[in-house]
C-alpha cells in the first residue's frame, strides 16, 4: 500500500464476535489511496458506461448464478464476521441479494432506457422530449456492519447496472465480507477499477466523502449521517443517506395475539435486534395487553441464545462491547424508572461477553431512554407499553425523531392499511415486520431523522442515474413566438392565448379562442 502522509496508516482487525478469534488484519486505506481509487474508477467509467446495460445485465446474472453457487460459504463467512445465525446471513442477506440481482436482471434495462415525454403545453407542441438516465460516474458506498453484505451488495449492484462505477467503504468491523463481495464480482466480469472495497475506519470514509465522487450512498447512524451531509453540503454532492430507526409496532384490539407475538420476538430480537428495520418500540392494545406481554416473555425465554455457526441457534451476539453498554444502560434506565423486566435483562456471560439475553420490558413509558425519540437501543430488547384508542396508538408511533418504518397487526386488512396511512414513515408493513427489505421491488428508506433518498426497487435504481431532459424543435425553420420582437399587441395576443389554454368557463375560453384566430388572420394579412 502506498506511504500515506495524511494520516498514519492504521491497521483494522475483523473479530468474530462470538468467540473473540481475529479473522482477519488489514490495512486502512488512507487519502491518498482513496483519491487514487476514485481516479481510476472516474477513468475507467466511461468504458464501463460503453459497455450498455444489455452487458452489464449479463454481468450481473453471471454474478447471481457465482453467488447461488456459493452461498454457503458466503452465508458462512457472514456469520463468522457479523455473528448472525447462517440461516439469518442465508436469507436476509445471500438470498435478499440474489433477488435484487434478480429484480435489476429483470427490469434495469425497461427502467433506465430513453423515454419520450408527452406533454400537455399546447404553446409547445412543436417540442419533442426525451429523458435519458445517466450515470452519474463515480458513487461512492459508505455500509454499516448489521448486513455487511445485503447493504452494500444491494446498492452497488444497482450503481454498476446503471453505468457508474463505485467505490466501496464498508464497515472497519466487517471488512472481509466486503472483498468477498469484491472477488464475486470480479469473477463475474467487473472490470477491476469500476468496483473498488476501501477497507478502514470513519477517517477512510470522511476521505472518501471529499474525494471528486458524483454520488454517496451511505448506510448508517444519524449521527454519521448529519456529519457526511454537511461536508456533502460544501460542493452540493448528491446523497442518501439511510440512517437509523426507532420502529413502532401497533397490535390493534382484534390481532392474534399468539401470530403477534411471535411476528414481536422475531421483529425485536432478529440479528440480536441490531437491525435498522427492527422492532423497538411495541404498543399493544389494553384488552391484549397482559396476555401478549405472557406469550412474548415465554417466547423470548425459549430463544436459542449462542454462535451463529450453530445450526440451532437464533439469537448471535451482539457485535461489540460498545454496542452491549448501550443496550445494558437502556435495559438499566428502564429498570429503575419502573420497567418490568419479563424476559432476559443481562448478559449471558456464560457464553461470552457480548450475547445478551433476549429482554422483554413491559410498562415503559416514553421517558425512558430504551423508547426515547432520538436515541436507538440497537439490540434484543423488546419494550411494550399499553394503549386505549387508535388515536393514541398512532400519536405514540409518530412521537419519535425516527421514521423508518412500522408494523400494525390485526386481522382486518383494510383498518390496517387505513391506520398505516397516519403514520410517519418509510415503510408501514400490516401483519409482519422487517422482511420489506427482502422485496425488492419495494423502495427502502426513511422520513425525519431516518434519512433521505430511497435504496430498492425502481426508487433506488433510479438514484444511481442523473436525469438529462432532450428537447428537440420539430419546426426547426420557425422563429418562435416568445423570442424578442415584443410590443405590438403581442402582451394581448398573449393574454388570450393563456385563456385559450386554461379557461375553466367555456364563454371565455371560446372569446379567447375567436381573438386568437382574429389576430392570427391579421397577421397573415
Ligand atoms: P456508523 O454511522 O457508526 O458507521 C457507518 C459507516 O460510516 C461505517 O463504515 C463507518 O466506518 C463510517 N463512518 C464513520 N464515521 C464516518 C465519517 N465521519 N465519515 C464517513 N464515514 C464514516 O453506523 P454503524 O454502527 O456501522 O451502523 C449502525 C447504524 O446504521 C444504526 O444506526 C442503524 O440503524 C443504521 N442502519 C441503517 C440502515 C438503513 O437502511 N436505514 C440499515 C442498516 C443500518
Not at 488489514?26 to 450498455?52: I, K
Not at 395475539?257 to 428495520?277: E, K, M, R
Amino acid at each position: 500500500m502506498a506511504p500515506n502522509a495524511e494520516f498514519a496508516v492504521t491497521r483494522i482487525a475483523s473479530v468474530n464476535p462470538a468467540t473473540g478469534e481475529v479473522l482477519g488484519e488489514l490495512d486502512s486505506a488512507g487519502p491518498t489511496e482513496v483519491r487514487s481509487a476514485v481516479a481510476r474508477a472516474r477513468a475507467a467509467q466511461p468504458d464501463w458506461n460503453a459497455w450498455g446495460i444489455r452487458n452489464r445485465v449479463k454481468a450481473l446474472g453471471r454474478f447471481q448464478q457465482i453467488l447461488l453457487a456459493r452461498k454457503t460459504d458466503i452465508a458462512r463467512r457472514i456469520a463468522q464476521e457479523a455473528g448472525k445465525p447462517q440461516v439469518e446471513a442465508l436469507l436476509t442477506e445471500v438470498l435478499v441479494v440474489l433477488d435484487a440481482a434478480r429484480f435489476l436482471i429483470d427490469n434495469a434495462f425497461a427502467i433506465l432506457r430513453d423515454e419520450k415525454l408527452a406533454h400537455g403545453n399546447l404553446a409547445m407542441k412543436s417540442k419533442s422530449g426525451r429523458i435519458l438516465h445517466e450515470p452519474y460516474g463515480v458513487v461512492g458506498i459508505i455500509s454499516p456492519w448489521n448486513y455487511p453484505f445485503s447493504i452494500p451488495a444491494t446498492e452497488t449492484l444497482a450503481a454498476l447496472v446503471a453505468g457508474n462505477a463505485v467505490v466501496l467503504k464498508p464497515s472497519e468491523l466487517t471488512p472481509l465480507i466486503a472483498l468477498e463481495l469484491e472477488g464475486l464480482l470480479r469473477q463475474a466480469g467487473v472490470p477491476n477499477d469500476i468496483f473498488q472495497v476501501l477497507p478502514g475506519e470513519g477517517e477512510t470514509g470522511a476521505a472518501l466523502v471529499e474525494s471528486e465522487i458524483d454520488k454517496l450512498v451511505f448506510t448508517g447512524s444519524v449521527a454519521t449521517g448529519r456529519r457526511i451531509a454537511q461536508t456533502a453540503a460544501q460542493r452540493l454532492l448528491p446523497v442518501v443517506l439511510e440512517l437509523g430507526g426507532k420502529d413502532p409496532m401497533i397490535v390493534l384490539e382484534d390481532a392474534d395475539v399468539d401470530v403477534a407475538s411471535s411476528g414481536a420476538v422475531w421483529g425485536a430480537f432478529v440479528n440480536a435486534g441490531q437491525t435498522c428495520l427492527s422492532i423497538e418500540r411495541c404498543y399493544v392494545h389494553q384488552s391484549l395487553y397482559s396476555a401478549f406481554l405472557d406469550a412474548c416473555a415465554e417466547k423470548a425465554r425459549k430463544l436459542r441464545v449462542g454462535n451463529g455457526m450453530d445450526p440451532s441457534t437464533e439469537i448471535g451476539p451482539m457485535i461489540n462491547e460498545r454496542q452491549v453498554r448501550i443496550v445494558e444502560s437502556h435495559v438499566e434506565d428502564a429498570r429503575q424508572r419502573g420497567a418490568r423486566v419479563l424476559a432476559g435483562g443481562a448478559r449471558l456471560r456464560e457464553l461470552g461477553p457480548t450475547f445478551f439475553a433476549p429482554t422483554v420490558l413491559a410498562d415503559v413509558d416514553h421517558g425512558m431512554r430504551v423508547m426515547q425519540k432520538d436515541a436507538e437501543t440497537f439490540g434484543p430488547v423488546l419494550p411494550i407499553a399499553p394503549f386505549s384508542s387508535d388515536a393514541e396508538a398512532v400519536r405514540l408511533a409518530n412521537d419519535s425523531d425516527y421514521g423508518l418504518a412500522a408494523s400494525i397487526w390485526t386481522r382486518d386488512r383494510a383498518r390496517g392499511e387505513r391506520l398505516a396511512r397516519q403514520i410517519n414513515v418509510g415503510t408501514v408493513m400490516v401483519n409482519d415486520a422487517v422482511s420489506c427489505f427482502s422485496i425488492s421491488e419495494a423502495p427502502h428508506g426513511g422520513v425525519k431523522s431516518s434519512g433521505v433518498g430511497r435504496t430498492h426497487g425502481r426508487w433506488g435504481l433510479e438514484e444511481m442515474a442523473r436525469v438529462k431532459y432532450i428537447d428537440s424543435d420539430l419546426l426547426p425553420r420557425m422563429k418562435k413566438i416568445w423570442w424578442f420582437g415584443y410590443g405590438g399587441g403581442l402582451a394581448g395576443e398573449m393574454e388570450n392565448f393563456v385563456d385559450l389554454l386554461y379557461a375553466r368557463p367555456l364563454r371565455q375560453k371560446l372569446k379567447a379562442a375567436v381573438r386568437s384566430a382574429g389576430a392570427l388572420w391579421r397577421k397573415k394579412l
